[in-house]
């Protein structure tokens, strides 16, 4: 019988992971919310910075274990696939759980929980296909090759908005290349991942390979973040967040990757198919309430079809059914933390007060009890100057702007400091191509949004961050090349010349 249930779990303090074992802890605790209440329903650990070199200790004790050290490539692939089949058997009480902590709608949560077996299993079929090359480097009497490696401890670090989707996108590939890994998901949103750790057991992984530690960013996360037995950190998260760490890693030199914010724009053309495109536009910014780091956030409508464009979401906003996100007709839950509602609300008044249009929501809805729940809210005659164009707010918020030509759209649309995701709708394959090349994103959706796959990579530029998720371009990232040259020649060089290619 598992233990890591809502009613099980309710009013509890949650254990961290460990080198293979649930440890109590105690000390310092962080109270997690249920979003549906605004109440507390149980606490995580403000894990000590003892308690995170335990658990780095541990993942560094996994890496010298024979049990994993090891295993071959196609052994790991086939304890891979045993976990993922335990993930798809426990996805809808790990969707259940991290609907109870960030509040997301349980049928979102229930489609990225089936996520996790499908990740699981890609790269599991991946860990045998790791190779390295052999080079021709002009030497006809060298062999000059290459071997691809783990690179050790992963610090893995993740926001509350869809905290196992985000670990398991870094989890996948660093346990196909044979890494071990620390999580340290959000402090308002732990219990999903903690849970995690019995899948890992009953699949039978060696301890150590799979650890979490819990606690707030500046304490728990900065010192493994700062810890000299750390590989890497790939971290999800917010822009200034993402900047400490990647200045706290460089003291060790060790690499991170970044997964940050995003602004993104999304495109309706004046020939796009306009009942698809605000599906899409209203899906980009309302599905999870907006807390999603692809929300399509600034919605550029085409001259010609400006008005119909904002008519349209208006009535597709007005028609959103807000409530409970365990109940399924429900398409707007409330807001994963308190503080986000005041973003919100913040953002609201300074969007007025510098001239948008306010046509939708910017309230709170009536009704919903002590819920933190926010209007789906859309602004019009949005500029570029404002701050609702500028800034990430995380929520379901949308701002509208005009343009005419392509050519403008493309500069207004570059002007952002995020380059995440961008989406353009247009039955114009070429003018949808265009933008593609010129767009600064690292993702473009054309006549869809919010599509990811786990074959695919995935990852930011600018101030979204860099480094790649999902598709071979994780190995990339989680592996590292060691170079091996045999002189077979059987001649003793001279001892004074380096040998360099010529
Ligand atoms: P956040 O940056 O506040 O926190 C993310 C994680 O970092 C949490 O686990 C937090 O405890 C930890 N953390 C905070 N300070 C730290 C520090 N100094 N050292 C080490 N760890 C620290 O972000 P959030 O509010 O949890 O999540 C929202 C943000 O995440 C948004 O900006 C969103 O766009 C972004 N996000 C990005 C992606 C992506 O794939 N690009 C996906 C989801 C969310």
């Known amino acids: 019988m598992t233990r890591f249930t809502i009613e099980a779990l309710r009013d509890t303090r949650l254990p961290i992971y460990v080198n293979g074992a649930y440890v109590e802890t105690s000390g310092d605790a962080i109270d997690s919310f249920d979003p549906v209440t ?24 996994a890496m ?34 991290e609907t109870q902590e960030n509040g997301k709608l349980l049928r979102e949560m229930e489609a990225l929980a089936a996520a996790l077996p499908v990740a699981l299993r890609y790269f599991a079929g991946m860990a045998d296909k790791i190779e390295g090359t052999t080079i021709p480097v002009n030497k ?3 062999l000059n090759f290459t071997v691809r490696e783990p690179l050790g401890v992963i610090a893995v670090i993740v926001p509350w908005n869809s905290p196992l989707f985000m670990m398991i996108r870094a989890l996948a590939p660093c346990l196909a290349c044979g890494n071990a890994v620390v999580v340290k998901p959000s402090e308002h949103a732990a219990a999903g991942v903690i849970a995690f750790g019995e899948l890992i057991a009953e699949a039978g992984f060696p301890p150590g390979v799979f650890n979490v530690i819990t606690g707030l960013g500046q304490t728990a996360g900065d010192a493994l973040v700062k810890h000299p037995g750390v590989d890497k950190v790939d971290f999800t998260g917010g822009p200034a967040t993402g900047k400490i760490i990647a200045r706290s890693a460089a003291e060790n030199l060790t690499p991170t990757a970044l997964e940050l914010g995003g602004k993104s724009p999304h495109v309706v053309c004046d020939d ?3 009942d698809a495109a605000v599906n899409g536009v209203v899906s980009g910014i309302f599905a999870a309430a907006g807390q999603t780091c692809v929300a399509g956030s600034r919605c550029f409508a085409q001259a010609g079809v400006y008005d119909e464009v904002v008519d349209r979401i208006v009535a ?43 046509v939708h929501g910017g309230g709170r809805p009536q009704g919903l009890g002590q819920g933190w729940y926010v209007e789906p809210t859309v602004f019009a005659d949005v500029t570029n100057d404002m701050r609702i164009a500028r800034e990430e707010i995380f929520g379901p918020v949308l701002g509208i702007l005009k343009f005419e030509t392509d050519e403008d759209l493309i500069e207004m649309a570059n002007d952002n400091d995020f380059a995440l995701a961008s989406g ?61 040259v045999i002189d077979h020649s ?4 001279d001892a004074f010349v380096m040998r360099v290619t010529k």
Not at 38 to 61: F, L, M, S
Not at 424 to 446: E, K, P, Q
Not at 490 to 493: A, D, N, R, Y
Request: hydrophobic letters at 40%; aromatic letters at 6%; charged letters at 20%.
């Open 424 to 484: 353009i709708w247009t039955r114009d394959l070429n003018r949808a191509l265009r933008f593609m090349r010129r767009i600064h994103a690292g993702m473009v959706w054309i006549n869809t949004y919010r599509s990811p796959s786990v074959m695919s990579p995935s990852g930011g530029y600018k101030d979204s961050g860099y480094g790649k998720h999902n598709g071979f371009a994780a190995i990339n990232e989680f592996s590292r090349i060691k170079t091996v």
């Open 272 to 274: 796009a198919d306009l």
């Open 38 to 61: 605004g109440a507390p329903w149980c606490c995580v650990p403000d894990c000590t910075t003892q308690q995170v070199d335990d658990a780095v200790t541990a993942a560094n004790g």
């Open 64 to 97: 010298q274990n024979p049990d994993w050290r090891d295993l071959t490539q196609s052994q790991r692939g086939l304890l891979m696939l045993k976990l993922a089949d335990i993930a798809e058997r426990e996805a809808p009480r790990l969707a259940a759980l």
């Open 316 to 358: 597709r906003a007005k028609a959103i059914i807000i409530g409970d996100p365990c109940r399924s007709d429900v398409q707007l839950g409330p807001i994963a933390l308190w503080s986000q509602v005041e973003k919100v609300a913040e953002f609201v008044e300074s969007a007025q007060a510098q001239g948008a249009r306010l």
């Open 140 to 142: 006809p009497d060298m």
């Open 490 to 493: 059987g001649v003793t060089q």
